[in-house]
């Protein structure tokens, strides 16, 4: 069945959104409850042991041929952005229990917990990675005071879910774990202007999540002249077109301003108030850092001048990684073992193995992304590629497995 069961399942999970129109799954929504009951299904099925954690991460255990044992940690993510594609994320998931299933109950050396984290992507709380966040320890008392659109703090839901906040180190990774494997979509082009199935992530770049208000003055479209206006949005404009040429002129830098709200949002109205968000990636953190402030003092630059306030918020830090050099041969290893080119590069995306790589060595698989598509409900991936990739995979363990004996 192989590769067919992985994107059947996979298009069977995208049937599971809070929107009637596009895949919508967000951490601990209705959707993602019936995502995890299905998943929790699939692993037991294939002989793994199934628990929820307080973060709301489903976790399985596929125990060693003799316990106490190493334990080999696989997974991705199981939430989305809004009216987005069946793969990215969930593939990895699925893919792992499709991996597991072809052992045919035979036992390893080692254990294998698969996790699909309820959250990488921060749609609902503006924050990414609180699943993976949760397993490194690293899910502090600031990050579960942050409040969705209704109000509602990241505790509150976790509690609202039927989970204790309070047992979140219980979620921490086994002491015993030695190594995180993540397969994934790539999400971009590379690989197929390349005319490759597969690549070996050799680092993730780092990433600044900022949310950024102008405050101007509400007033009538009508009766306000241009000249004594202080339009929040027209100020906004000026700042996202600053953002763009800045990242064009600042080699490997990507900056995007992908959620905006002007307030208070009717026709007839000066803008007051408008709240944006602002993504800021690169392979190296000192240049990251310095163009967030670049662009930070734009908008500051950009506000005075028309007389309205700006304030940001940082959302999100995370450093650029580099994966384990170990565990990269070893993969690359397991690529060409499987009869696949070996192609090495790093990620322009962010992903949970960069939270993991703070507690244990982590490598990740690209699979090709056909059209260079994701974020977008036409994602897809190949059938002869995901079949490539359980033959890595199982290349991979039995490279672990030998090592082990």
């Known amino acids: 069945m192989g590769a067919h069961r992985v994107i059947k399942r996979c298009r069977t999970l995208a049937e599971l959104t809070e929107t009637p129109h596009g895949l919508l799954r967000t951490f601990l929504s209705p959707a993602m409850r019936e995502a995890q009951h299905l998943l929790a299904g699939w692993m037991e099925e294939t002989g793994l042991h199934v628990r929820l954690d307080a973060a709301g991460n489903l976790r399985g255990v596929y125990a060693a041929a003799r316990e106490p044992a190493p ?26 229990v499709e991996l597991l299933a072809a052992l045919g109950g035979r036992r ?13 992507e921060g749609v609902r709380f503006g924050a990414p990675f609180i699943g993976s966040r949760a397993l490194a320890g690293v899910l502090d008392a600031a990050t579960l005071s942050l409040r969705d659109a209704a109000g509602i703090s990241i505790a509150e839901a976790i509690q609202a879910f039927g989970l204790q906040p309070e047992r979140l180190p219980d979620a921490l990774l086994d002491a015993d774990a030695f190594a995180y494997l993540e397969f994934h979509i790539e999400q971009g082009p ?13 680092s993730i770049v780092g990433q600044s999540r900022i949310a950024v208000t102008f405050h101007g003055q509400a007033n009538h479209a009508g009766t306000t002249p241009m000249a004594l206006r202080r339009d929040a949005l027209a100020a906004a404009a000026r700042w996202i077109g600053a953002v763009e040429r800045y990242a064009r002129v600042t080699t490997g830098l990507v900056a995007t301003v992908g959620a905006i709200e002007a307030l208070p949002g009717a026709d007839n109205c000066v803008p007051g108030e408008v709240r944006a968000s602002l993504d800021v990636r690169h392979p ?38 580099a994966c384990d ?29 960069m939270i993991l790589a703070q507690r244990l060595p982590v490598t990740m698989l690209f699979l090709r992304s056909p059209g260079g598509l994701s974020h977008h409900p036409d994602e897809a991936v190949r059938p002869e590629d995901v079949e490539a990739a359980l033959r890595v995979g199982d290349a991979f363990l039995a490279g672990l497995e030998a090592h082990h004996v």
């Open 71 to 96: 334990r080999l940690v696989l997974g991705s993510h199981i939430d989305t952005v809004p009216n987005a594609g069946a793969f990215d994320g969930v593939l990895g998931v699925v893919l792992a």
């Open 108 to 120: 390893l050396p080692f254990s294998i917990e698969i996790v699909a984290f309820s959250d990488e």
């Open 190 to 202: 590379v690989l197929d202007s390349l005319d490759l199935p597969l690549g070996v992530v050799t």
């Open 284 to 321: 190296e953190d000192e240049i990251r850092h310095s163009s967030a402030c670049a662009l930070m003092e734009a908008a500051r630059r950009i506000a005075n001048r028309r007389g309205i306030g700006v304030e940001y918020e940082n959302r999100s830090d995370q450093v650029a990684i």
């Open 325 to 353: 050099s170990a565990l990269v041969e070893a993969i690359s290893e397991a690529v060409a073992a499987a009869g696949c080119p070996v192609h090495r590069m790093p990620s322009g995306a962010g992903h949970d193995a």
